[in-house]
Structures are given as structure tokens and as C-alpha cells.
């Protein structure tokens, strides 16, 4: 090899990240730059990333372990698991749950990226993921070599079988919130074909105008757990994005395969942040808090964006409004950038979203206010 010649990736490793799309967040740069120059600074509403302090509790019980030399082991602490059984019965009204139907994970997107992998999924698998989603349940089933149809009614199907179906409500990006009649159907008619169902709860616990019900709630599966997967996450009602803090539970069979291969890929949550998850789960009131600061967030952006002449759809619950003016969704972005407001575009979360915005509850009470005069 000469000097001027650079080593490349074998071929095979190309392929994989040829085939995922674009990191949609690297395509906001020129928005956010043209919202960075407003003289009283940006206000982000793009990410969704939480900005509030983590509860004293949380970050005690995180300092209390950790001098924590030793590997944590990959199914969780005891107590741990008893905290989330607890926290999903208290919390939402899944009952039937045991230890062993709770895995922790490295934050819920880890999961999510990884669960057709964990599965044992293929090329000759289909993916079911809504017509309007979180972008890595794509990537993940692209990460398994497996096929996607974006669909929000499994009649769209025909005569297709899939392996997974992807569930998501309260949704990210739209705030929508799936019945139970609906959640039941979805039940029903993937038990009736040997499919499996995953449902990705991270904003359960962010309810405004509909209450949300997990897959696992007894009113959905008549306490029969088989074949379902709830996706939990930290980040948002604890405020623990940074602690990479999510757990899945469900079915005990299904939690115990991903237990497995788990174990040899050494996915492990660390010690100190497990501890920190039990006090996050077994504390009720930090919870209340944080769900009252983006409820106040909400009734502030909420009639500011409608004012501004956008209308703003479902959102019934979740950490985002999902607003349109009727335009493409990149001029959209382009005026409040303008300003000094920065938020995602639709076409992010699939291509029915081309003329709407999705703006998030998290950024600080000031620059929620801020957001809000400007565009008043």
C-alpha cells in the first residue's frame, strides 16, 4: 500500500451503512443556523430533548452506587425489576406482570434499533411500522435485512404476513392516541397469525385529552401477555435521557429470548443508573412535576401556534405538536426559522407528514414564552 492510498471498510460493511437513510437531525443545519442568528438566540424545539433538572432523589440514589466495580448483570437487579412491575401497575394498570416479564435496556432506542436483530429477524421478514414513525423502527428492521410497509391499519396488508408489528401511542411524531378497540383488533389479529407486536410506550404517561392504555392493560389482551412487547422509557417523564434508562416487559418468553442473546453481546444497563432507575420508578410525585411542566409548556405553544396561523392535529398527548399550514413542510420550517424558532420537519417521520411540523414541549419555560411572543 502506498502512502497516499486510505484503508477501506470490506464491501459487506458499506453495504450496511449505504443502505440507512440520511441522520435526519444532519439535515437541519442551515434551519438552525438561520434560527441560531435571531438577536434573542434560538429556541429549539426540534430534538425533543429534555432540559429539566433530574429529580434529587434520582441523582442520590445514582451517586449511592456508584462505587460499583463489579459487571452488572444484564437482566437487572431484583429490585429493579420489582420497581418497574410495580411502576406499570401503579402507574398505568398492567397487571400479571412478574420479574421475569421486565428486561432493562440501554435507553429505549437502543432497543428499538436492535429488537429485529435481538429476534432473529431477516431477509424474509416483514416489518409493519405507522404510516407516520419514530424513524429507527425503520432502521432497525433495516439493520436486520428485513422488509418495511408503513401502514396504520393491517387491512392495507392484503394477503402480506408480517413477523413484527410496530405500535406506537401516544405517537411521536402526531401526539396520537389509539382506542382500545382498536388496540384489541391489532391484538386479536396478530395472535390469530403467529405475528409478533411491539408497542413503544415511552409517552404513556403524558396524557391531555385522551388516555392512552398500554398493550399490556388487561381491557387490551385480557391479561394474556403472549406475543406482546411494551418499550418504556425514563427519558422523558423522569427526565433521564441522559442515563440511557428504558426497560421492556411483556411477554415472559419473548423478554427471555432477548435476555439470551443479550447476554452474549453484553447489552448491560450499568449498576449506578439501575439504582437510579428503581428510585425514578418507586417515586410517583417527581413524575407528577414534570408531567405539570410540559402541561404548562403545551397551553402556552399550543394557541401561539394557531394564532400563527398553523393548525394543529391530533396531539391529544405526548411531548410534540404536530401543526400545518398547508404547505410543504420545508417552508414551514423555513419561517420559523425565520424566527429564531427551530422545529422538524414532517417528511422526517415517513412521507404522509410532507406538510406538517413537529415542535416539542421541551424546551425551558422561558423559551417556551419566548417561542410564544415571537409568534404572536
Known amino acids: 500500500m502506498s502512502g497516499s492510498e486510505k484503508p477501506r471498510l470490506p464491501r459487506h460493511r458499506r453495504v450496511v451503512s ?28 426540534s430534538v425533543g430533548t429534555p432540559v429539566d433538572p433530574v429529580a434529587p432523589l434520582i441523582q442520590d440514589a445514582l451517586a449511592a452506587a456508584s462505587s460499583s466495580p ?83 391499519s393491517l387491512t392495507q396488508l392484503g394477503p402480506q404476513t408480517p413477523t413484527l408489528v410496530y405500535l406506537n401511542s401516544p405517537s411521536n411524531p402526531t401526539g396520537r392516541v389509539l382506542g382500545v378497540d382498536h388496540l384489541r383488533k391489532v391484538v386479536g389479529w396478530a395472535r390469530d397469525r403467529g405475528v409478533l407486536v411491539a408497542s413503544d410506550e415511552c409517552y404513556l404517561g403524558l396524557s391531555w385529552d385522551a388516555e392512552p392504555l398500554s398493550v399490556l392493560h388487561p381491557s387490551v389482551c385480557d391479561g394474556d401477555h403472549s406475543g406482546l412487547l411494551a418499550i418504556h422509557s425514563l427519558s422523558k417523564t423522569s427526565s433521564l435521557a441522559g442515563y440511557r434508562a428504558g426497560f421492556v416487559a411483556g411477554d415472559p418468553e419473548l423478554v427471555a429470548e432477548l435476555l439470551a442473546v443479550r447476554k452474549h453481546a453484553g447489552m448491560m444497563v450499568p449498576t449506578p443508573v439501575q439504582a437510579a432507575m428503581v428510585a425514578a420508578l418507586d417515586d410517583d410525585d417527581h413524575e407528577k412535576v414534570q408531567r405539570e411542566r410540559y402541561a404548562r409548556r403545551r397551553e402556552i405553544l399550543l394557541p401561539a401556534l394557531r394564532g400563527a396561523g398553523f393548525t394543529v392535529e391530533h396531539s391529544e398527548a405526548g411531548l410534540y405538536l404536530w401543526a400545518t399550514r398547508g404547505e410543504p413542510c420545508a417552508d414551514s420550517v423555513a419561517w420559523l426559522a425565520e424566527h429564531g424558532i427551530l422545529v422538524a420537519p414532517g417528511h422526517f417521520y415517513g412521507p404522509a407528514g410532507a406538510r406538517h411540523v413537529r415542535a416539542a414541549l421541551t424546551a425551558s419555560d422561558e423559551r417556551i414564552a419566548t417561542a410564544a411572543a415571537r409568534l404572536t
Do not use: C, M, N
Open 18 to 45: 449505504a443502505d440507512l437513510p440520511e441522520f435526519p437531525w444532519d439535515t437541519l443545519t442551515d434551519a438552525k443556523a438561520l434560527a441560531g442568528a435571531h438577536p434573542d438566540g434560538i429556541v429549539d424545539l
Open 70 to 152: 463489579g459487571y452488572p448483570t444484564t437482566a437487572g437487579t431484583k429490585a429493579l425489576r420489582e420497581s418497574a412491575v410495580a411502576a406499570l401497575a401503579r402507574r398505568y394498570g398492567i397487571t400479571g406482570l412478574v420479574e421475569s416479564s421486565v428486561l432493562p435496556v440501554i435507553g429505549s432506542k437502543e432497543l428499538i434499533a436492535w429488537l429485529p436483530t435481538l429476534l432473529g429477524l431477516g431477509a424474509g421478514d416483514l416489518v409493519v411500522v405507522p404510516e407516520l414513525a419514530y424513524p429507527t423502527y425503520d432502521v432497525g428492521a433495516r439493520l436486520a435485512g428485513s422488509q418495511v410497509v408503513r401502514a396504520d
